[in-house]
């Protein structure tokens, strides 16, 4: 399946990109996926960020649907 | 006013005192309305380490956020008697003094006037995901904002 990863604020600046697409040989949950994300990116292990997973806060059990949009959001500063 | 009508949030710079003022203006014909209640957000010069915020520049996941801010306003429909209420939230650039939120709630009586703009308020700093980034002094530094 292939997931479209998205990166914010703070967090795109960490990774140095806004945007990649990845390639996923099997099924896995959010929590599976973060822990990707922070193996290929250890500079996001000393940044918070919450994950979306199409346009929804996940917890880590939620298993990724196929083509799913990923985010990754840092904290929010609106208002 | 339906409440099932999507609404546009953002808007690009500052949010204008004219614009504000327009905003009420529409209201007269709705006379059914007899209070208002406005919250503005305005950008503080807060003093870091690195030198003053001179100004916010907002980013946000806008797919994400509109369905936020649709949750946020049925709720708020759901739960207090409003007439209509109105949402603008910055994008980009915006300086120091100048206003990134704006809030426009309206309503027959008062006391839902005042209830529902705290509650929308408070669900838009907790929920919506909108990033800022403070720009600081003139040397080009800046920091991440963080909502408390």
Not at chain 1, 28 to 51: H, M
Not at chain 2, 62 to 88: D, N, T
């Amino acid at each position: 399946m292939t997931l479209s990863i998205l990166y914010f604020g703070m967090i795109a600046e960490g990774v140095g990109q806004s945007f990649e697409t990845w390639q996923m040989p099997e099924p896995l949950t959010a929590g599976q996926l973060k822990a990707q994300l922070l193996e290929k990116y250890p500079v996001l292990r000393d940044r918070k960020f919450q994950l979306a997973v199409n346009h929804q806060l996940a917890d880590e059990a939620l298993p990724i649907p196929p083509q799913a949009e990923i985010a990754l959001l840092p904290p929010f500063a609106g208002g | 006013m339906s409440s099932k009508t999507p609404k546009k949030v953002f808007v690009e710079g500052p949010i204008s005192p004219a614009f504000i003022s327009d905003s009420i203006a529409k209201h007269q014909s709705k006379t059914n309305i007899g209070a208002h209640a406005i919250f503005l957000g305005q950008i503080r010069a807060d003093q870091k380490e690195e030198g003053v915020v001179t100004g916010i520049d907002y980013s946000a996941y806008p797919e994400m956020a509109e369905g936020v801010f649709h949750q946020i306003r049925e709720a708020a429909f759901e739960k207090f008697e409003l007439s209509c209420m109105h949402i603008y939230h910055s994008l980009g650039l915006v300086p120091v003094g100048e206003i990134s939120l704006f809030v426009f709630v309206s309503s027959p009586h008062r006391r839902p006037t005042f209830e529902a703009l705290e509650y929308i308020v408070e669900e838009i700093k907790a929920k919506v995901p909108i990033f800022g980034k403070e720009l600081l002094g003139d040397s080009g530094a800046f920091a991440w904002k963080e909502n408390s």
